[in-house]
């Protein structure tokens, strides 16, 4: 079972808004509302940012946002800090022999 | 406050067997689902394993059906990942990770562990 696709990477200025896509098919993302979001900084655990495809756990800003069209998940953070610079892993629930896939990553730099 | 904390981690011989530990606290263990997720060195997030909050129900990640075996102490509440027949490409940091109470493959992972490095080199 291949992993969900993602960007390598994307970037943005700090105020400005960024959107990172997770493709699968119609037997992970497009099937399932299980898409959920993890941030990761070098050499740390990753954090839970939002589950469900769009909900977004306490404590967790509300510049944050999840979505879903078809066989595509969408990470939204808007009003673009220094501290959002990390990476990021879409992950889903799969009808397959491997029931959980997470994407590649996406490094998020902040110009 | 909720956490999970791994144990066990180290250098093995490829084709030789460790058991790795995590610990949790501060939630109600055996109502919670558990996985294991991997990242090799440089690499990206990979699921491994995940059992229900009873323990009847196990599943795994196709690259290591057959030689990983999750398992539970809801006594203890302990995390359990039995890793035989140990190959190069399972160098990784092993995270724990705390799941949902319903669906066993949710994709919720919350928290983490700091996680443990195992090694497999020769």
């Known amino acids: 079972q291949s992993a969900l696709t993602q960007p390598r990477s994307v970037s943005g200025s700090p105020g400005q808004s960024v959107t990172i896509s997770c493709t699968g098919t119609?037997?992970?993302?497009?099937?399932?509302?299980?898409v959920s979001w993890y941030q990761q900084y070098p050499g740390k655990a990753p954090k839970l940012m939002i589950s469900?495809?769009?909900h977004r756990p306490s404590g967790v800003p509300d510049r944050f946002s999840g979505s879903k069209s078809g066989n595509t998940a969408s990470l939204t953070i808007s009003g673009l800090q220094a501290d959002d610079e990390a990476d990021y892993y879409c992950?889903?629930?799969?009808?397959?022999?491997?029931?959980?896939?997470f994407g590649g990553g996406t490094k998020l730099t902040v110009l | 406050e909720v956490q999970v904390l791994e144990s066990g981690g180290g250098l093995v011989q490829p084709g030789g067997s460790v058991r790795l530990s995590c610990a949790a606290s501060?939630?109600?263990?055996?109502?919670?689902?558990m996985s294991w997720v991997r990242q090799a060195p440089g690499k990206g997030l990979e699921w491994v394993s995940a059992?229900?909050?009873?323990?009847?129900?196990?599943y795994n990640a196709d690259s290591v059906k057959g030689r990983f075996t999750v398992s539970r102490d809801n006594s203890q509440n302990t995390l359990y990942l039995q890793m035989n027949s140990l190959r190069a490409e399972d160098t990784a940091v092993y995270y724990c990770?705390?799941?949902?109470?319903?669906?066993?493959?949710?994709?919720?992972?919350?928290?983490w562990g700091q996680g443990t490095l195992v090694t497999v080199s020769s």
């Open positions: 990770a705390r799941g949902d109470v319903v669906e066993v493959t949710a994709s919720v992972f919350d928290p």
């Open positions: 501060g939630f109600t263990f055996s109502r919670y689902a």
């Open positions: 059992i229900s909050g009873s323990g009847d129900r196990t």
């Open positions: 119609s037997s992970d993302v497009g099937g399932y509302d299980y």
């Open positions: 469900a495809v769009r």
């Open positions: 992950c889903s629930y799969a009808d397959s022999s491997t029931p959980v896939l």
